[in-house]
């Protein structure tokens, strides 16, 4: 949370009191925030980029840093290390395909799990009831 830039209120509040078990509470909150998205990864600042799905803490310096020389194109933000598969329904770029922006949040989230390797995929199981 802390690298990240999240208040507490922001991944839970009294509309989504619990964290989700098959995605991680950044995509949750991005599938909450769409109106946020997507973001120009060209001019975008700091704080929304490491926000982004797909970019953790390091790749978005490397944006920063990259982007002084030039737009940046897909391709140079997958050998920045950037998650391309996840955060391309939250960004775009010099060159990104602009198709799968209508997209409702849970295709998003259906799209993802399917097609990516979440840690927390093989962790989910039905919530046990207690009576």
């Not at 599938?31 to 926000?51: C, E, K, Q, S, W």
Request: with cysteine.
């Amino acid at each position: 949370m802390r690298f990240y830039g999240f208040g507490v209120e922001e991944l839970l509040n009294t509309n989504h009191p619990n964290l989700e078990t098959d995605i991680d509470p950044k995509l949750s909150w991005a599938l909450r925030n769409l109106h946020l998205f997507p973001v120009n990864i060209n001019t975008a600042d700091y704080g929304m980029i490491i926000r982004v799905p797909g970019i953790g803490r390091q790749s978005a310096q490397h944006i920063i840093a990259a982007r002084k020389f030039g737009k940046l194109h897909v391709h140079q933000l997958q050998k920045i290390g950037v998650a391309y598969n996840r955060a391309q329904y939250f960004i775009y770029c010099a060159d990104s395909y602009n198709s799968l922006r209508n997209l409702q949040p849970h295709e998003i989230k259906s799209m993802i799990l399917c097609n990516g390797h979440s840690k927390y995929k093989n962790l989910h199981h039905a919530q046990l009831q207690l009576f």
